[in-house]
C-alpha cells in the first residue's frame, strides 16, 4: 500500500467562515526522474475565491497579506458551494504557491545544480504550473527550478520570497531602471518622484527593496517616495520610513479629491507609479496623478486584465502603463542573499501550524493577524 501523506485546500471563506478548509490523506507522490520531491516545511496561506476560477489570493494582494480581507471578501458574492472532496477532483482548489522545505529525494537522471543534495533546504521557484504546496509533499519536474536557501535565513522566512516578493523585486528593479533614464538620461529632471498604491505584503516588500537599490544610486537625494495606502493599518506601517510622504486613499471621498490630496502629498505629478492595487478604479486614478511621460507599472495577472481597457486613456494621458513579470530565477537566487544578509528586511510575519489553517483564516479575515501568515507543515528551521 502507497505511504498517505496530508493535503490541504483552502478555498475562499463564506459568510459564516465555515468549511473553507479540507484536509485529505494523498498517495506520497512518486519521484519524477529528472525531478525531486520536496518535503514542504512552510506555506504561506492564502486562498482561492470560489467566484471563478482566478489565481490565488497570496502575497500578491495588497488585501490578504497585511491585515483584513473584510474588503476582498465584500467585493465577491460567495455562492454555496460541494466541498472539493466531493465528486471528480479538481486540482486548482489546492493553491499554496509559496514554499520553503527540504529536498527528500532526487531523480535518478536528475542534474545535480547549485550543490542541492538529499536534505538540501531550498525554495521553489515559480514556474508555470508550479505544485501547489499545500501538502506534505510535493515534485517539481526538473530540479533547476530549486533554489537553495542560505544556512543563516529561516525557511519560515525563505517562503515568502518566491511570489510576492520575487515579483515585488523585479517591479522595483524596474521602477530603479526607468529612473535612471529620467535622472540621468539625455533631457535629465533635478527630482522624481515615485509613488508606491497598496499596503499588502507587495507594497510592503516593494518600499523596502526599492529603498534598498535607490540607496546605492548616484541620484539617491533626488527621488522622493511617497504611498498610498489602501487602509489604516498600512498607514501605520508605511510611517516606518522617514522621508516617505504617505497618503491615504479613502473611498469615501471623490476621485477628483484623491487625485489632488495624491498631487499634494507628493509635491506634484507623478514620474512611476508602482501600483499594487487589484482594482480599475486604483488604476485610473493612478494614471491621473502621473506627469506627461509618466508610467504606472503594474503586475502581470493584473495588467493582462486592465491593460485592454485603459489602453486609450494611457494615450490620451501621454502616459504608459508597464506590465511587470514575476522575476527570474536568478533573481530570486539574489533575493534570497539580500534578505540572509539583513540588506533588505522582510514584513511583518507570524507563523502557525498547518493543523490550524481553519483559524487562521478567520483571524485574516477579522484583522487579527497583523502581517504575512505562513503555515508550517514540518518543523525545519
Known amino acids: 500500500m502507497s505511504k498517505l501523506c496530508r493535503q490541504v485546500s483552502i478555498e475562499s471563506p463564506g459568510p459564516t467562515l465555515n468549511e473553507c478548509v479540507f484536509s485529505f490523506d494523498v498517495p506520497v507522490p512518486d519521484v519524477p526522474l529528472y525531478g525531486a520531491r520536496i518535503r514542504v516545511a512552510y506555506a504561506g496561506a492564502c486562498y482561492r475565491s470560489n467566484k471563478a476560477r482566478s489565481a490565488s489570493i497570496c502575497s500578491t494582494s495588497s488585501i490578504s497579506s497585511i491585515g483584513s480581507l473584510s474588503a476582498e471578501l465584500e467585493s465577491v458574492s460567495f455562492q454555496v458551494s ?147 495606502t489602501l487602509k489604516d493599518e498600512g498607514f501605520v506601517l508605511a510611517k516606518e520610513w522617514d522621508n516617505v510622504n504617505v497618503v491615504q486613499w479613502s473611498e469615501d471621498l471623490y476621485e477628483k479629491q484623491l487625485i489632488e490630496r495624491t498631487m499634494d502629498a507628493c509635491g506634484g505629478p507623478v514620474d512611476i507609479v508602482m501600483n499594487f492595487g487589484t482594482t480599475s478604479r486604483s488604476l485610473h486614478r493612478s494614471m491621473q496623478c502621473l506627469a506627461p511621460g509618466g508610467m504606472v507599472l503594474v503586475t502581470e495577472n493584473i495588467g493582462d486584465k486592465l491593460l485592454p481597457k485603459f489602453a486609450r486613456k494611457a494615450e490620451d494621458l501621454k502616459v504608459s502603463i508597464v506590465v511587470v513579470p514575476i522575476g527570474s530565477i536568478e533573481q530570486l537566487r539574489n533575493l534570497l542573499d539580500l534578505v540572509a544578509n539583513v540588506q533588505i528586511k522582510p514584513p511583518p510575519y507570524s507563523v502557525y501550524s498547518a493543523d490550524d489553517a481553519q483559524e487562521v483564516i478567520r483571524k485574516l479575515c477579522n484583522s487579527e493577524i497583523k502581517g504575512r501568515a505562513i503555515l508550517k507543515f514540518y518543523n525545519v528551521l
Open 82 to 228: 460541494t466541498p472539493a472532496h466531493i465528486g471528480l477532483r479538481d486540482g486548482a482548489l489546492f493553491p499554496g504557491y509559496e514554499v520553503a522545505g527540504v529536498v527528500d529525494a532526487i531523480g535518478a537522471a536528475a542534474e545535480h545544480v547549485d550543490n542541492i543534495t538529499v536534505g538540501s533546504r531550498i525554495v521553489i521557484y515559480p514556474y508555470e504550473g508550479v505544485p501547489h504546496g499545500y501538502a506534505d509533499y510535493i515534485v517539481v519536474p526538473d530540479i533547476k527550478y530549486l533554489v537553495p536557501v542560505p544556512e543563516q535565513l529561516l525557511l519560515s522566512v525563505a517562503a515568502m520570497l518566491p511570489t510576492g516578493a520575487l515579483l515585488a523585486m523585479n517591479i522595483a528593479q524596474t521602477a530603479n531602471d526607468c529612473l535612471e533614464r529620467i535622472l540621468e538620461g539625455p533631457n535629465p529632471k533635478q527630482k522624481a518622484t515615485v509613488l508606491i498604491v497598496g499596503t499588502g505584503g507587495l507594497a510592503l516588500w516593494a518600499l523596502r527593496i526599492a529603498t534598498h537599490y535607490f540607496k546605492g544610486t548616484t541620484y539617491e537625494h533626488r527621488i522622493n517616495v511617497s504611498v498610498a
